[in-house]
């Protein structure tokens, strides 16, 4: 490494710091680097006081690491030439969880205010090492170091249920997080998938509701549902006696277990086990997978002996887990079947509530009594505030942000996890070349963006938030190395972000450190992804002249790229800048780093440029929230959708769509479409017809065309339909498009019975 002054190193930026080797992810508050280095060799010994137990914990902690990585048994509180102190102190400026380091040639002095600090110290210490650990020397390079969190709640969630980790794998899950210094572990136990908590009142919940009839050979929504007689060998679940044990590991890691018990919904696995605990009472099997249909996942609202139960359930998980909060689910919750139960009905009249929200509301509440009389705080998903928020409740935030900013206005605190980015089990590389996955995309720059508090809170409501987490929901992951390669690099970027100040962010700065962490994974064969190497293609419309923008994730890549329909390579153009586009053309790009093609699969964007382009629409029923794509203009934007829903799509819930486009003028036309896109799994169908008319006046409408749909809404494959009418040209100033509904989600289909959505990207008009 090369040497530099420190007057001259408090100048340098941060990346060039990390240039030098100062790879602590998550980035330390504030950093000064100092000439030499300190190595960990046979002269070093440790130093600290044997008689404080938290201390010789970390102490011992660190010494069996060095010991593993190099075989050095560091001598303990010897005179040696160089020593290596760890100690508690009172610091004023770090805080809780926070520490100072100090290192130079003959001395590493680690103090904090208490074990946390010391074992955050610790970490960031072993990230000062040499990753590639293979007859290394031991060199750390001399600095001083004052490090304490943003956000109290560094949060991660795993999802037991749909697929069961036994204890090893928690335990490594925990140690991952360490590393990172994420501090609550959120272990979803709980759901219709299988019960994972032994419950010594009620033995069943684990003897029946953990276990389900292996399909593990479909992906998780296409396995039918168990029949009869089928024998129930796939699951498992966590005695009292080793949840403690884990629990006990990861407080020696500073991190607290929130356990939850889902509740009143996705409780299929304890119906299983208790079928009097539903509405109907009917007797059922665990679920297997996907299919939801003939499943009671809920518990009757209007019993009390559920109330009864849920006590004695949780009497036992207070009795196990310290944590100061439990978390009780509270998401998803159908009300179908307590509209239908004489037991909730009467409930819902006795207690003069309103609805089924209400009755939600008071099931959360009474829940929340039991919890509080423990002496604990209920944590449960957004879904809590509908009907009225339990007065103590902590929320936690996952259909967007929405829910977090209403609690946090109420002085409720919040734990932000908003499926985008916060759903580490969505794809954030592909989809090509990754693992199926539930669907979503977040990216590891997507994260690495996040911002926990959400703009709308002024400063008093935004210390409601405590923090964020990322979920790991495990439908589709059901072994570690997968589990692995979801979490990885991502956590690393949610840790930057919740324990680093915003200041001290840097996109590069931490793909730089990320290599040195990839190597290490490297060695210990630890999964993770490779990275996002798709390239975005934006296009922005300025009144009707459309200019291209590339972008991909990748550090140091360039993009290149066709506009002949060709597969793009390194002999294809380059790209330096926004152009413009003047006529129909697909433009396909691909990310080059170091001279090799990264993409699996060219990005592509299909360009229409058409006679509507940047032209006013009016909507009859506006276009749903959740899919503004490009807003107003989006049908005459010129730019195609892709595969993908969440771009360039405008999506209509369970309405028709109706758009007028006025073209200003009186022009010669032939041919109008409209395309639209079927995606089965995420409830889109194509619509039933859509009807093109014509008019001079905007009054007087002649219809030109009629298309109707002639595919299936059973077919589960994505693809993208053009509605269209060619008829003799005429003249037209007024286009009016009608795509009619195909009505609610199909026999077969999660939703059935329910409203499906409508997505259209472009009309287009010739
Ligand atoms: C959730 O993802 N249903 C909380
Ligand atoms: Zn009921």
């Keep these: 490494m090369k040497k530099i002054s420190i007057a001259l190193w408090l100048l340098l930026p941060t990346w060039l710091i990390a240039q030098n080797h100062i790879n602590i992810i998550p980035q330390p508050v504030a950093v000064f680097p100092i000439t030499g280095s300190f190595i960990i ?11 404080q137990k938290e201390v010789k914990a970390v102490a011992d902690f660190f010494s069996s690491t060095v010991k593993k990585l190099s075989g050095i048994q560091l001598a303990k509180n010897a005179g040696k030439a160089k020593r290596i102190f760890i100690q508690l102190q009172s610091l004023s400026e770090v805080g809780k969880e926070g520490y100072q380091l100090t290192i130079n040639p003959t001395s590493l002095m680690l103090a904090a205010n208490s074990k946390a600090g010391l074992l955050y110290g610790v970490q960031s210490v072993l990230q000062l090492l040499p990753a590639v650990r293979t007859n290394e020397v031991l060199e750390i390079p001399c600095m001083q170091v004052t490090d304490y969190p943003r956000f109290k709640w560094r949060g991660m969630h795993l999802d037991v249920s749909r697929h069961f980790f036994g204890p090893d794998v928690i335990k490594a899950y ?9 501090n609550v572990f959120h272990w979803h136990l709980v759901d219709d998938g299988g019960w994972r908590i032994e419950i010594k009142k009620y033995p069943l919940l684990t003897k029946v509701g953990a276990w389900r009839v292996d399909k593990n050979n479909l992906p998780w929504g296409q396995r039918p549902q168990a029949k009869a007689g089928e024998q129930a060998t796939y699951g498992g679940y966590y005695t009292q006696e ?10 020696e890691k500073n991190i607290t277990i929130v356990p939850e018990i889902e509740m009143p919904g ?7 086990a208790y079928p009097e605990l539903s509405c109907s009472q009917i007797p059922q099997l665990p679920l297997t997978g996907g299919n939801y249909n003939n499943i009671s996942s809920n518990y009757c609202a209007g019993n009390d002996n559920v109330y009864q139960f849920l006590q004695n359930v949780l009497t036992e998980v207070i009795d196990l887990f310290p944590s100061a909060y439990i978390h009780i689910g509270g998401d998803e919750v159908d009300k179908g079947p307590w509209k239908k139960c004489a037991r909730c009905q009467a409930k819902i009249k006795a207690n003069g509530l309103k609805n089924e929200e209400e009755l939600q509301s008071y099931f959360i509440k009474q829940i929340e009594k039991m919890v509080i009389a423990k002496k604990r705080k209920i944590i449960g998903w957004d879904e809590i505030l509908e009907g009225g928020l339990a007065p103590d409740a902590a929320v936690m935030s996952w259909r967007g942000e929405a829910g977090g900013v209403e609690a946090a206005k109420m002085h409720h605190e919040v734990i932000m996890s908003p499926g985008n980015p916060c759903y580490f089990d969505n794809y954030q590389a592909g989809p090509e070349g990754e693992p199926l996955a539930i669907g979503g995309m977040n990216t590891l720059k997507s994260v690495y963006d996040y911002e926990p508090i959400p703009k709308e809170l002024n400063s008093s409501e935004a210390k409601y938030v405590l923090g964020a987490q990322g979920n790991v929901w495990t439908e589709y992951i059901s072994t570690a190395a997968h589990l692995e390669y979801m979490i990885l690099p991502r956590m690393l970027a949610l840790s930057e972000v919740l324990w680093s100040p915003k200041s001290t962010l840097n996109w590069n700065n931490f793909n730089n450190k990320l290599k040195n962490h990839t190597k290490g994974f490297d060695q210990k064969g630890i999964h993770y992804s490779k990275g996002n190497f798709r390239v975005n293609i934006n296009t922005i419309s300025e009144q009707g002249n459309l200019k291209v923008n590339m972008f991909t994730e990748a550090d140091n890549a360039k993009i290149y790229y066709s506009i002949d329909g060709s597969t793009p390579d390194i002999g294809s153009l380059l790209y330096t800048q926004p152009f413009y586009i003047n006529s129909s053309q697909i433009i396909k790009a691909v990310t080059v780093v170091d001279g090799l093609v990264m993409s699996t699969k060219p990005s592509e964007q299909i360009f229409a440029i058409h006679k509507g382009v940047a032209k006013n629409v009016n909507y009859l029923t506006p276009y749903s929230t959740y899919y503004p794509a490009n807003g107003n203009n989006t049908l005459t934007d010129g730019i195609r959708g892709t595969l993908d829903h969440g771009k360039n799509w405008h999506g209509f819930n369970g309405a028709d769509l109706t758009a007028t486009i006025d073209l200003g003028t009186v022009q010669q036309v032939s041919s109008i479409s409209l395309g639209c896109i079927q995606n089965y799994r995420s409830w889109i169908f194509l619509p039933k017809l859509v009807q093109f008319e014509v008019s001079l006046d905007g009054i007087k409408y002649v219809q030109v065309g009629n298309d109707i749909n002639n595919l299936s809404n059973t077919e589960q494959s994505v693809f993208i339909k053009n509605f269209k009418t060619n008829f003799t040209e005429q003249a037209v100033r007024f286009i009016r498009v009608t795509a009619k509904d195909a009505g609610n989600c199909p026999k077969g289909h999660p939703g059935e019975g329910k409203p499906g959505w409508m997505f259209a990207d472009e009309i287009v008009i010739q």
Aim: charged share 20%; aromatic share 8%.
């Design 266 to 272: 996705h409780v299929a696995s304890a119906i299983a």
């Design 41 to 51: 060799d046979e002269n070093a010994s440790l130093q600290f006081n044997e008689q």
């Design 174 to 182: 925990i140690d991952l997080m360490a590393t990172y210094k994420m």
């Design 242 to 251: 080793q949840i403690k044990e884990i629990i006990a590991y990861a407080a």
